[in-house]
């Protein structure tokens, strides 16, 4: 069947407005149900995961993350959620680098092979590397039946439907929603996480398409955002933490559909180098969501600010300080740091939308870029 825009100008545009009907879609067969007792509260549904030793994977063992471009960002999520939640240890590689790098990989190890289209050859090409070396191999991908799918021991569908825009927008949060409740699953089966923590954790899953409702309710202020700033040719991305990987993926998007140079930094590394990019001509998103690393990410606005970068600032609703500081400022709601990231995406992507629209971009079909890279 023949996927139709459906009154938006884009599928991009159409895809970023599905994300809170697909973070649904991944997330309910797997949330324990409303009402359900005590004990189940806490406990995310994977049954294709029961074999799997957690206990030993986390004492012993190890978690690989392959992917490549927008699913890379997630895994890299993946890992401060892996490791914070379930204290389960884990690596993250580029697809295209792992199997030229003689990786340690083991018996016992579990590698997760993220991909949305499930096609990528570099990805599909480690996975099977890793298969080789011993690892047992769980494919995250959208796509049902798609290669990756097929070659992995285990699958997890994302269900976030079909993405057709070049530039990945629902694949990627519905990813970090899965990854999310994968870590919820291995910290209550490695003990890391308490009973009380995991629901707390799902419940916030649960609530989140109403978050996220809320966030795309400010598309149309990004728009005069991206209006203000459409002539700047060099962006740079911030965060901290979770925010990491989300920064790199906001500037990733930005590049993908506008061709205008975008740089993701960890905050506390711009000292060593982009900070010698920034001027009054340079847009500096910062990521500065109320949690742990907030007031660390304030000190490094200020850094950028005192050199006489223009600040946009995404923010926690309810951010009293934030408007003194910025030239821009984006709320979202408060909601766990752990869901920060998957509600953070949204603004970032719509910014890059309008960008790339106001200047004329071929949003859907970016050049030079394919959906699925197939060939190594
Ligand atoms: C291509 C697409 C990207 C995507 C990457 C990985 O480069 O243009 O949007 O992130 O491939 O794709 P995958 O289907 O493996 O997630």
Redesign the pocket.
Known sequence: VAVEKQGFSHFMAKEIFEQPQAIRATTSGRLPRAGEDDLGRGEPSFPELAELDVPALAARAKVTML???????AALAGKYLFEQLARVPVEVDL?SEFRYRQPIVRPGDLAVA???????A??RAALMEARRLGATGLAI???VDSS?AREADRVLYTHAGPEIS???TK??TT?LAMLTLLAVHLGRRTGALTLERAAGLLDGLRELPVALDAVLGQAAAIEIIARRWRSARDWLYLGRGLAFPVALEGA?KLK?ISYVHAEGYACGEIKHGPIALVDERVPVVVLALEGPGYHKTLASLEEVRARGGKIIALASAGDRRIGDLADDVILVPQVDPYLQPILASVPLQLLAYHLARLEGRDVDQ?RN?????TVE
């Open positions: 992917a490549c471009g927008t699913s890379w960002h697809a993220i991909s949305q289209s499930g096609e990528t570099d990805t991908c959208n796509v990756i070049v530039a990945s694949a990627f990813q990733l993908e970016p870029l394919a959906k699925s890279v």
